[in-house]
C-alpha cells in the first residue's frame, strides 16, 4: 500500500502545482436536517465497525465522527462465511456488527452476540413493527433492522435476446454468467429447481441441488461477490445473481438501460440486514449511540438512497425522504404478490458442513 | 584454537537474532500450521483434535488435485515465457555500450515495480476486460468484430503472473551477462562457431546459473499466487492459493486448508532441494568434480537427462546435416550478416514489447486518473477533479476518503517501512556477518 500511496501523494502535488483549483463547490448534502445530537461526551474515543462492503451511505461515517468526536475504523467483509468466521475465531475488537437475519440467528444461539439496551436507543420507535420481532431474533433483543433486500437475477438486455423471468432461463442461457459467491443463496436455488424446500430438510437433498447446479453451471465465468457490479458494467457476464441494491446501484451508475433486475417466478431470497453488538464490544455505549444514529430518519434515508436497498424505518417514509424514484420501484418496496415468492434463509447449524462441503465442490466443478 | 572458539562463539551470537526470529516466526507457526492438518472440522468452525489423514487424502485426490496440476501448469508456462522474454532483454541491456544506458534500461524494468501490486494487477483488468482498453481498439480499427474473452481465463493469470515476476527473470540473468566476459564470443567465433552455435556453447552454459535462478525466483511465487488469480482467473484460472485462502477466512476449514498448504509447500521445498543440490553451481574448487558426481546421481536417481546429453546428439547431427548445403565463401558471408540483421531486428522487437508490456498498465492508470468520469473503459474527456478532490481535502460525495485520512495513512505506511527496514538490516546483517565471518 505504501507506493501506492507515495505514488498517489507525489502525483496529487505534482497536479496541484501545475492546475489552478477549482474552487470548493459544497456538495448537496443529503443529511441536512438531521437532528440526531450525540448523547453524551464520547470525544476521542473510538469505534470498531464491521460490515458488508458496499453497504453504508457516503456521508454516514464521516457526519458520524464529527457530531461525536470520536475515530470510527471502518471494516468490511464480502461473503457471510468471513464474518461467521471472524467471530467465532474470538471477536477481534469490533464494537459494531452488520450481518443479514440467519447470520443473526446463528450468532445469537452461538452467544457471541450482547443484548442491547433499548433505553439508550430511543429511535427504536422508528422502526415500522412489520420488522420488529421476527423469526431470527424473536424478543427483538440483539438487533435493529437496517436495511432489506432481495438476491435474485439482473441481465443485460442488450446480450440476452429473450425476456428473462425464471431461474430456469439463466441456467439455461448460452452466454457468459456470474454468481454471487454465497453457499446457502445459490444452493437454496439449485433446492428450488430440484423441487425441494430452500430450506434443506436432509442432505439427500443438498446433493440434489448440488448435481443440479453442477450439471446447469457450465455457462459460469465466475463466482464473485463485490466484483459482480464491475463484471456487468463491462460486459464480461450477461447475466449474474445479485443482491438488489448492488443490481440497481449498477443501473444507477451506468445511466443507461441496458440491465434489468427480475424476481424469478420461482422465487428468490429475501432478507433483512440488522446491526448489532458482539460479545467482547470494548465500547458498548459508543455503539448504542452510533446504532442510535442509523436509525435517525436522515441518516437512514440518505444510506438507502446511496445503496439503494429499502428502509424498515417508518419515519423515513412518513418524512418522504426516499427518492421517488427508488420507492415507486415494485422490485425494491415489493408488491405483495412478490412477496408470496420470497423466502428467508434460516440458519440449520446441522446442515452447515454440508452446505459448505457442497460449495466447495460446486465452485470448483462448474465453468466451461 | 582460543581464536576460533571466539569466533565461533560470536558467530553463534550474532545469528541469534536470526535463529530467535525464524523459531518464532517461522518453525512455531509453521508447527501449528502441521499440527492443524491432521485436525477435522467439527461444526460451527471448531477444530475436533484426533489424528486423521482426512485432510490429506480428499487434498491429493479429485478437484483438489486438479486445481495443483493446474497451478503447476500455470507456474510452469509462467516460467518458460518469463525466460522467453527476459533473456532476450537481460542481453539487450547488459549488452549497451554505456554504463548510462545500461543503467537507464535496467531502471525503466523495475521501475513499473514501485507501484502496489494490486494496483497494477487491477490495471490489468481494466485492460483485458470485454468492453476494456484493448477490445474496445481493436473493435474501432476493426480488426475484429466481437470482443474476446480475455478476462476471466487461464490466460489471462498467466499473463499477469509474467507482467508481476519478469523482473524476477531480468535480473538474475542480467547479473550473470554482467560478469561474463564477452571476449568469449570472439574466442567462440575465431574457432569457426556462427552466432548460434557461441551461444549455445559459450554464452548459455555460462550464465546458466543466472537463468535457473531466475526461474526459481519465478516458478515460486507463481505457483502459490493468490492475487493475480484472484482478480483476473475466475472459475477457470483458480489456483491453490484461492483454495487456501477460501479455507481459512470463507469456509472456515482450517484442517483442509493446512493441509492444502502443507502439500503445496513440499512441493515448492522439493524443487528448491533439487535446485541447491543438483544445479546450483557449487563453489568449491574441485567444482567439474563436484558438479559431474552430483549430476551423475540426478541422472541415475531421477532418470533426468542432463542437458547436454539431450542437446548435444541433436545439434551435433544438424551440424552434419550443414555439410550438405555447402556453400561458397562470400555468400556464406552474406548469409551470416543477413541472419544478423534479422537477428538483432528481432531481439529489439522482443525489448521494445517488453518494455511496452511493462508500462502499459501504468500509462493506462495515469491517463485514466485524469478522466472525467469514474468509468475505467471510456474516456469521458480531461479532468482533474479527482486531483482536485484530494487537493481540496473533500470528504463524501465523490472521494471516498478524505486527503487527512490519506495522508495519515501514508504517515502509518512510513513509519512501519523505516521501523521494518531498520529491524531487518540489524537482524540481517548479523546473520550476513555471521555467515560470513563465523566458523562452523
Keep these: 500500500m505504501k507506493k501506492r500511496f507515495i505514488f498517489f501523494v507525489l502525483l496529487a502535488f505534482l497536479v496541484v502545482g501545475v492546475f489552478p483549483l477549482s474552487p470548493l463547490t459544497p456538495a448537496a448534502n443529503a443529511q441536512d436536517g438531521i437532528e440526531w445530537q450525540c448523547p453524551e461526551d464520547f470525544s476521542g474515543q473510538t469505534l470498531n465497525i464491521f460490515n458488508w462492503s458496499l453497504y453504508i451511505g457516503e456521508e454516514t461515517i464521516p457526519t458520524f465522527e464529527k457530531l461525536c468526536d470520536v475515530t470510527v475504523n471502518y471494516d468490511v467483509y464480502d461473503t457471510a462465511d468471513v464474518m461467521l468466521t471472524r467471530l467465532r475465531e474470538g471477536n477481534p475488537g469490533y464494537d459494531v456488527v452488520f450481518m443479514s437475519d440467519y447470520m443473526t440467528q446463528a450468532m445469537i444461539e452461538e452467544g457471541y452476540l450482547e443484548p442491547l439496551d433499548f433505553s439508550l436507543l430511543p429511535n427504536f420507535e422508528n422502526i415500522s413493527e412489520q420488522f420488529t420481532g421476527l423469526f431470527f431474533d424473536p424478543e427483538n433483543e440483539y438487533?435493529?433492522?437496517?436495511?432489506?433486500?432481495?438476491?435474485?437475477?439482473?441481465?443485460?438486455?442488450?446480450?440476452?435476446?429473450?425476456?428473462?423471468t425464471s431461474w430456469a432461463d439463466m441456467f439455461e442461457y448460452d452466454g457468459p454468467v456470474a454468481w454471487l459467491d454465497e453457499p446457502p443463496d445459490i444452493i437454496a436455488i439449485g433446492l428450488l429447481m430440484t423441487g425441494n424446500p430452500p430450506n434443506p430438510e436432509n442432505e439427500e437433498q443438498i446433493e440434489e441441488a448440488r448435481d443440479y447446479l453442477i450439471e446447469h453451471g457450465d455457462n459460469v465465468r465466475a463466482i464473485e461477490s463485490i466484483n459482480l457490479i464491475q463484471l456487468m458494467e463491462t460486459g464480461e457476464v450477461d447475466m449474474a445473481i445479485m443482491y438488489s441494491g448492488e443490481a440497481y446501484q449498477l443501473i444507477e451508475a451506468c445511466e443507461c438501460d441496458d440491465f434489468e433486475y427480475v424476481i424469478p417466478v420461482e422465487g428468490a431470497n429475501i432478507y433483512i440486514d440488522s446491526v448489532s453488538i458482539p460479545t467482547g464490544a470494548r465500547n458498548t455505549r459508543l455503539a448504542h449511540a452510533f446504532i442510535d444514529y442509523l436509525m435517525d430518519p436522515y441518516v437512514a434515508a440518505e444510506i438507502s438512497n446511496t445503496v439503494i436497498y429499502a428502509s424498515p424505518n417508518k419515519k423515513v417514509e412518513e418524512l418522504g425522504l426516499i427518492d421517488p424514484e427508488i420507492r415507486e420501484n415494485p422490485a425494491i418496496y415489493l408488491e405483495p404478490e412478490v412477496i408470496e415468492r420470497l423466502f428467508f434463509i434460516q440458519n440449520n447449524p446441522d446442515l452447515e458442513i454440508a452446505i459448505l462441503d457442497a460449495w466447495d465442490e460446486i465452485i470448483l466443478s462448474v465453468g466451461y | 584454537m582460543v581464536n576460533r572458539h571466539r569466533y565461533s562463539l560470536n558467530g553463534f551470537l550474532l545469528a541469534l537474532p536470526t535463529i530467535l526470529w525464524l523459531l518464532i516466526f517461522f518453525f512455531a507457526p509453521l508447527w501449528i500450521?502441521?499440527?492443524?492438518?491432521?485436525?477435522?472440522?467439527?461444526?460451527?468452525?471448531?477444530?475436533?483434535?484426533?489424528?486423521?489423514?482426512?485432510n490429506y487424502v480428499y487434498v491429493t485426490n479429485g478437484l483438489y488435485w486438479d486445481v495443483f496440476e493446474r497451478s503447476f501448469e500455470i507456474a510452469l508456462y509462467t516460467t518458460l515465457i518469463c525466460l522467453f522474454i527476459g533473456y532476450p532483454v537481460a542481453y539487450f541491456i547488459s549488452t549497451r555500450r554505456t554504463n548510462a544506458v545500461r543503467q537507464i534500461s535496467l531502471f525503466l524494468v523495475v521501475l513499473p515495480f514501485w507501484t502496489n501490486f494490486i494496483v497494477r494487477t487491477y490495471a490489468w483488468r481494466l485492460l483485458l476486460a470485454k468492453e476494456g482498453i484493448i477490445n474496445n481498439t481493436l473493435l474501432r480499427l476493426g480488426i475484429i468484430d466481437s470482443p474476446i474473452e480475455m478476462l476471466l481465463t487461464r490466460e489471462a493469470v498467466i499473463l499477469g503472473l509474467v507482467y508481476g515476476y519478469l523482473p524476477f527473470m531480468i535480473l538474475p540473468i542480467y547479473a550473470s551477462l554482467a560478469r561474463f566476459n564477452f571476449k568469449l564470443v570472439e574466442a567462440g567465433q575465431d574457432l569457426g562457431g556462427n552466432d548460434f552455435t557461441t551461444f549455445r556453447k559459450v554464452v548459455f552454459p555460462l550464465t546458466l546459473p543466472g537463468v535457473l535462478a531466475g526461474c526459481i525466483l519465478v516458478f515460486v511465487p507463481s505457483i502459490g499466487s493468490y492475487v493475480t488469480p484472484d482478480m483476473l482467473g475466475g472459475v477457470q484460472g483458480r489456483m491453490i492459493g484461492n483454495l487456501i485462502a477460501r479455507n481459512f477466512s470463507g469456509t472456515g476449514h482450517w484442517p483442509r486448508g493446512a493441509a492444502t498448504s502443507m502439500i503445496l509447500m513440499g512441493i515448492v521445498t522439493a524443487l528448491l532441494l533439487i535446485y541447491v543440490i543438483f544445479l546450483e553451481r557449487p563453489t568449491a574448487p574441485n567444482r567439474n568434480d563436484t558438479m559431474k558426481k552430483r549430476l551423475g546421481f540426478l541422472q541415475q536417481w531421477l532418470g533426468i537427462p542432463y542437458f547436454n546429453s539431450v542437446i548435444d546428439p541433436i545439434a551435433n547431427t544438424f551440424s552434419q546435416v550443414r555439410l550438405w548445403f555447402w556453400l561458397p565463401d562470400h555468400i556464406r558471408l552474406a548469409r551470416d550478416r543477413v541472419m544478423r540483421v534479422i537477428g538483432g531486428t528481432i531481439l529489439r522487437l522482443t525489448v521494445l514489447s517488453c518494455y511496452l508490456f511493462l508500462w502499459l498498465p501504468i500509462i493506462v492508470l495515469i491517463v485514466f486518473s485524469f478522466n472525467d468520469s469514474r468509468s475505467t473503459s471510456t474516456w469521458h474527456g480531461f479532468s482533474a477533479r479527482w486531483y482536485n478532490n484530494i487537493a481540496n481535502n473533500v470528504v463524501g460525495g465523490e472521494a471516498k476518503f478524505s486527503t487527512t485520512e490519506m495522508l495519515e495513512a501514508f504517515e502509518m505506511s512510513l513509519r512501519i517501512g523505516a521501523i521494518a527496514t531498520i529491524a531487518a538490516t540489524i537482524i540481517g546483517t548479523a546473520c550476513a556477518l555471521s555467515l560470513a565471518r563465523g566458523r562452523y
Design chain 2, 33 to 54: 500450521v502441521l499440527q492443524f492438518s491432521f485436525y477435522s472440522r467439527g461444526p460451527r468452525n471448531t477444530i475436533i483434535t484426533d489424528f486423521t489423514d482426512e
Design chain 1, 143 to 164: 438487533s435493529v433492522p437496517y436495511l432489506w433486500g432481495t438476491t435474485a437475477l439482473t441481465y443485460n438486455i442488450n446480450r440476452v435476446d429473450d425476456e428473462v
